[in-house]
Nanobody, 122 residues
Framework: VQLVELGGGTVQPGESLRLSCAAS????????MTWVRQAPGKEPELVSV????????DYGDFVKGRFTISRDNVKNMLFLQLNNLKPEDTAMYYCAKGDLRGAPKPGWPNYWGRGTQVTVSS
């Protein structure tokens, strides 16, 4: 399994980023996928989950309509559009294989890639 996250960067409050995740080594189209983020010194938190055919999507409460998850099962890609970014969104963002909502947090790193850093600062 290989997950490669791209698209992070440093932006100002209110700006946008589009994160992508290239998946390989497994049948991407048959798995739900999760975006997770972790800020320094904090526990990871679930950002969004999408099921295998994009019919079911869930977001963390803090998202409040600002982020959009999507996937392309032909290209084995997962995306996260981040709009109206806030300083508190600063974190490493990871894509993870599967739906992590039922998994214990200490085990989450077993399912995610190397991550991409998002920094929101004025």
């Amino acid at each position: 399994v290989q997950l490669v996250e791209l698209g992070g960067g440093t932006v100002q409050p209110g700006e946008s980023l589009r994160l992508s995740c290239a998946a390989s080594g497994f049948f991407f189209s048959t798995f739900p996928m999760t975006w997770v983020r972790q800020a320094p010194g904090k526990e990871p938190e679930l950002v969004s989950v999408i099921n295998k055919n994009s019919e079911s999507i869930d977001y963390g409460d803090f998202v409040k309509g600002r982020f959009t998850i999507s996937r392309d099962n032909v290209k084995n890609m997962l995306f996260l559009q981040l709009n109206n970014l806030k300083p508190e969104d600063t974190a490493m963002y990871y894509c993870a294989k599967g739906d992590l909502r039922g998994a214990p947090k200490p085990g989450w790193p077993n399912y995610w890639g190397r991550g991409t850093q998002v920094t929101v600062s004025s």
